[in-house]
């Protein structure tokens, strides 16, 4: 595995400016952010509820929904990576921990 | 803003190896990816719940609570890559794109 | 404690009838009916999510939110008494059940 | 309709001596019992998240995931009815008013 499999640095200085910024850090606490990630994923989840597997596949590129879902998956992420980051977690490191983890719980076929 | 926020390339192919070695494109459709996400979210939300939001800087460095937290991260952001990843979602511009139109819609002080 | 703690009968019949007469049935897989749950909840988490703990208490009565955390509220539980009801489970027995493995796991003190 | 179509007075206040019992007041405060609630419905998700539409119809039936479904779908049910409880909403008014907001939006065919 590479050493970096994914590096959150750039986003997490921006995502600090941008809160900075605007005074947000007296909300940004991780538990405020834990439920804005939850608020998010579950607006992300609403484009897919009344769809069939068949065609969730095609929500990115449906003209109705494409833009929606990339908004939706980048607010996720936003906010995945704020949380992280005003927690210390180095996120890199803990996915290379947990996908050992897993590679151990489900070894290949 | 530099040009790359977020690089999800090479975590992107970790998972689909990870998931293909398993015969696992089966049950990664984007509508069981996205619910998959939202349990993950779940078990994240679940630590910080009882705990204040002053508690909540603590749970990264606290004994009970560090590796958990960290392992949950971790999934949220495997789950969330993987997602956008079957979407074929360029997950860098959606970010970027997203980051305009917040700062539009929330000026800076 | 009470035979009957909820009573879902009455809401089951016209929330069927309610479907039935926008042959919705054909979206009311429990797959889809969880998402939707999530999808419900996502937009109850986000009403508090900025507030403190204490701002919490008064949601249901400041004007801003008072509506709005109402319906959410109802949104949460149509859905759950729906997907209970189609996938034929007697919530109320379901509950008195948890209620005496919840009193056994956490005594009282 | 008829006047109640979910009455949880019963289970309210046995959600409420249940809290006393254990000394939880402290810790259920709207924004809380929100997460809590969060968490359940994570926790059912991932029931059907790897299940197909079709095989979602059993999981009530199938004996490794019946009493594992119930118990989700209580737990769930338990928190939403505790929410309402300490915010003093009345969730059968609040659904009633929902029904009629929805019968609006979304008429029969």
Redo the contacts between chains.
């Keep these: 595995?590479?050493h970096?499999?994914?590096?959150?640095k750039?986003?997490e200085d921006?995502l600090k400016k941008?809160a900075d910024?605007?005074?947000w850090q007296q909300?940004h606490?991780?538990?405020?952010l834990?439920?804005?990630?939850?608020?998010?994923?579950?607006?992300?989840?609403?484009?897919?509820?009344?769809?069939?597997?068949?065609e969730?596949?095609l929500?990115?590129q449906a003209p109705e929904t494409a833009q929606h879902?990339?908004?939706e998956?980048?607010?996720?992420?936003?906010y995945?990576?704020r949380?992280?980051s005003?927690?210390?977690?180095d996120?890199n490191?803990?996915?290379q921990?947990?996908?050992v983890?897993?590679?151990k719980k489900?070894p290949?076929?």
Tied chains: 1, 2, 3, 4.
Excluded: C, H
Excluded at 29 to 32: G, H, I, L
Excluded at 34 to 53: C, S
Excluded at 86 to 89: A, D, E, F, H, N
């Design positions: 595995m590479p970096t499999l994914l590096d959150t750039a986003l921006v941008f910024a605007r005074d909300f606490s991780p538990k405020n834990a439920m804005a990630l939850t608020g998010e994923v579950g607006e992300l989840v609403e484009i897919f509820q009344w769809r069939t597997e068949e969730s596949w929500v990115a879902v990339r908004q998956l980048a607010d996720v992420a936003l995945l990576i949380l992280a005003v927690l210390k977690v996120l490191a803990a996915i921990d947990k996908l983890i897993n590679a489900y290949p076929l």
